[in-house]
């Protein structure tokens, strides 16, 4: 399963706010749609019933969950979700589940049932290890009987026929957790496949700083994930969008090569440019170009290719998580539409499952100059421009040759190790 995820592309969606209706079912209508998007799973946010105790926004948010066994009524019921996990085996998709393990809502099921499971702080009060988030109380895994406790959830959604899970601030859980449930779930599925958001740099060193710990990457990938949020590098990545300060791109260039590194031989990530949590990608500047190139960096990246629901129907608004925000679906730029369509084809290459690494080479312009090698030895450029107007590029490490590109099928020449770019180009020879 690990080297299939090479070729796979991840669809987020809100229930709440994907359909008008909002429910599992009229997700089940649109099951037809997200499967001729070429995608192979959809990552839904948490379903699990919501708190009231201090509940964010009118509907609250679904990481303050009340109760791991119980399905949001909002959302439909437990048979409308197995009947949504019916339909999408039927259309070989999967069914990815959002878990959130690391704090639960204020009036949860389980602080009535176990309150031993909970952290108190020094004022003897239920808390937050960090932040204080007046919707939820954090959990505490010195207790030994939370882990097997977590683990029967996790059974239990299991033999519904969830086929992976997505762990909320993996990086905040101990080993311990993962360490224990992972082996035992594989035995009842082999093909589970378990995504960590991996928190941000900055927050794990202001986390262990203040005394917390703090999972890196290369800890979570031991530990048994199969795939981490891209965010070991995402903040420099992000500031350049911001400021257009090439010294970022320049960082984060420099990373995608030491991740290469540090991590394991068969890491994987994902291109979360565009999720719940970040602004859309639409939002960063009006130059469809530049949207495409972002776009197409994050599925040319070795790893798995990730959507969220909207981003294809170039969607400008990033709904609110604790509100009815309906996203809209409607296609008002068929060729960016396309465009996607065209990365998920070309990340589902089956080329891709011989992908050892992306490897990235300094520019003096603000774009980004990537190679995709394989196990033949061959090779796939990545032009990426990141600038609002187009660009000449040279490189010792661009070959002079006819090139093909990939994403139109168009022939280009490099010369004297030159080219110029504006859309994205992925280039073989």
């Known amino acids: 399963m690990l080297n299939e995820l090479k070729t796979y592309t991840i669809y987020q969606v809100y229930v709440r706010n994907y359909t008008e209706e909002g429910t599992f079912k009229a997700l089940t209508n649109k099951l037809d749609y997200i499967k001729d998007l070429g995608v192979k799973f959809i990552q839904l946010l948490p379903i699990n019933e919501i708190g009231f105790y201090g509940r964010k926004g009118t509907l609250g948010s679904p990481y303050a969950i009340k109760d791991y066994y119980a399905i949001n009524h909002e959302l439909g019921t437990l048979d409308d979700f197995k009947e949504l996990i019916t339909e999408a085996h039927k259309r070989n998709l999967k069914i990815m589940m959002d878990v959130v393990f690391n704090h639960t809502s204020r009036d949860s099921v389980l602080l009535e049932e176990h309150p031993e499971f909970y952290y108190i702080n020094k004022n003897g009060d239920y808390a937050n290890h960090f932040g204080n988030w007046d919707d939820v109380y954090d959990l505490d895994y010195s207790c030994e009987g939370l882990i097997p406790y977590i683990y029967k959830v996790l059974e239990y959604y299991t033999i519904l026929g969830v086929d992976g899970y997505r762990f909320d601030v993996a990086s905040l859980l101990p080993s ?7 082996p035992k779930l594989k035995n009842i599925n082999k093909n589970l496949v378990f995504l960590g958001e991996a928190v941000h740099p900055s927050f794990t060193s202001y986390i262990r700083e203040h005394n917390g710990n ?23 990545f992000q500031k350049y969008l911001e400021t257009k300060n090439k010294m970022y791109l320049d960082f984060y260039r420099e990373t995608i090569n030491l991740e290469n590194a ?10 979360t440019f565009e999720n719940h949590d970040q602004p859309r990608i639409i939002s960063y500047t009006n130059y469809d170009p ?27 608004k990033r709904p609110s998580l604790f509100d009815k925000d309906l996203i809209s679906l409607n296609i008002i730029d068929t060729n960016y539409f396309m465009f996607i369509k065209k990365m998920i084809e070309l990340k589902s290459d089956i080329k891709n499952l011989d992908l050892i690494q992306t490897n990235s080479y300094e520019l003096d312009k603000p774009a980004l100059l990537l ?29 002079d040759g006819i090139y093909t590109n990939l994403i139109n099928g168009e022939n280009y020449i490099v010369k004297n190790n030159t080219i110029k770019i504006n859309k994205p180009l992925f280039l073989k020879n």
Do not use: H
């Not at 311990?176 to 992972?182: A, G």
């Not at 530049?290 to 400008?316: C, H, P, V």
């Open 176 to 182: 311990k957790l993962y360490q224990y449930v992972f």
């Open 214 to 236: 703090a999972i890196s990457d290369c800890e979570l990938f031991l530990d048994g994930f199969d795939l981490l949020y891209r965010y070991s590098n995402f903040e420099y």
């Open 262 to 271: 540090i991590n394991p031989f068969d890491w994987l990530k994902i291109g």
């Open 290 to 316: 530049l949207r495409q190139n972002i776009i197409a960096l994050s599925f040319f990246l070795k790893g798995t290719g990730f959507i969220y629901g909207g981003e294809e129907s170039k969607d400008f």
């Open 371 to 399: 190679k995709n090698v394989y196990k033949d030895g061959s090779f796939i450029y990545g032009l990426i421009n990141m600038s609002e107007n187009p660009v000449i590029i040279k490189s010792k490490e661009l070959l």
